[in-house]
């Protein structure tokens, strides 16, 4: 018999039901499943072959909340923190199967995860060039891939995968009616996961600089670890010969508008869309090119608009602050061009000027929007593999 949690006022409860007082209902889930007020009455059981998560949203739970989750199924079930939400733990967020364990709410956004046995451990694999890291007092081996290749998995395990995909180029004008958008950065995803076979990396390029009459940037190819995969940066617009905007979507972030309407859209939870533009004859500005971080900027008067801010990769790769997947700036018709996301996509140009390229070694940023000479080149993306020491 279970307990029937939670208590309500004038129940009146068995002693059976008393005896079982931590005899919790079980909550059968057989796909990634978000936690829900109530659940501190459940176990979640998770009974998937596949790979799965459960998320831990902010304000769901309070203080003293214990949200017991397990694993019964084959797939490795990892623990996910929502948008605003901490775990903290000693052991592994990801649980093999028959693996389980709680979560203790210290706060409304912060949790400790006690891992009570059966979590996948770190696998081991080459490629690319290898290096050793320490993030957060942890040493790692470090793979980087800038060129497509091979991930050889010699133990298997979990491993912790950062994919960012190329970034696309900004628009050109050539003529002084109209302003040119900033590309947009390569998608970019970070998971941890847990493999057994060799995997075939793939790194995509960046788009390159557009020198084409009136022309939208390229867009950038996307990156891929296997089954893990994001999409190449949405190109920089310009008004094409009838008016209109040349839309492309390539799966990453927005490239930047031209003209009145709003710029590309991204991929949720990879991406933002890009920025929206200004036609207006002589004082015309496009739009930034969106970022992993957030949206490409709106054109302010005939100023550029600013290119979407990117993702420190620090925390993944050890070492100094190291954005990626940052949008470029708008390119302005007579005043200032948009500025570059973090300063490592590529600024807008103003006048007759060339927008710039992305910062090479800031992977996967979006490139300035040009009104003359050229646009801007996005940067290659890269791929990402570390796993414990």
Known sequence: MT?????VAGAILTAQQLNDIQNLPISDKTASYVLVA??????????????TTITVNDSIFTVGDVIQVANKGAGTCTITAGAGVTINTSGSLAL??????????????????????????????TGGSS?????????????????????????????????VGGGASGGRR????????????????????????NQTVTVGAKGAAQTGTNAQGNAGTGSRCGALGVGGGGPGGVRDQ??????????????????????????????????QGNQATLSSAGGGGGGYGSAGGNFVSNVG????TGFDASNFVGGATLYVAAGGGGGSNN?????????????????????????????????????????GAGSDGVVYVRFKS
Do not use: H, W
Not at 38 to 44: L, M, N, P, S
Not at 150 to 158: F, H, Y
Not at 255 to 268: I, S, Y
């Open 305 to 308: 608009g600013a290119g979407g």
């Open 242 to 275: 009838t008016g209109n905007m040349v839309l492309l979507n390539a799966g990453g972030s927005g490239g930047g508008d031209k003209d009145t309407g709003a710029g590309l859209a991204g991929v949720p939870g990879q991406s933002n869309a890009g920025g």
């Open 131 to 163: 290096s050793s890291i320490t993030v957060g007092g942890i040493n790692y081996t470090l793979l980087t891939f800038t060129s497509s290749g091979t991930l050889t998995v010699t133990k298997s395990g979990l491993f912790d995968v950062l994919v």
């Open 174 to 197: 050539s003529s002084a009616d109209t302003g040119a958008g900033g590309g947009g950065a390569g998608g970019l995803t970070e998971q941890t996961i847990y493999l057994t076979a």
């Open 38 to 51: 109530g659940d501190e009455t459940k176990r979640t059981m998770m009974n998937s072959a596949s790979a």
């Open 335 to 375: 005043a200032t061009g948009g500025t570059a996301g973090n300063s490592t996509g590529g600024n807008g140009c103003s006048s007759a000027g060339s927008g710039s390229s992305a910062t090479a070694g800031n992977y996967g940023c979006g490139g300035g929007g040009g009104m003359a000479t050229t646009s």
């Open 96 to 125: 093999a199967q028959y693996g389980g364990g709680y979560l203790l709410a210290l706060s409304a956004s912060t949790f400790s995860f006690f891992n009570l046995g059966s979590g996948a451990s770190y696998g081991t694999a």
């Open 3 to 7: 307990t029937p949690f939670p208590f």
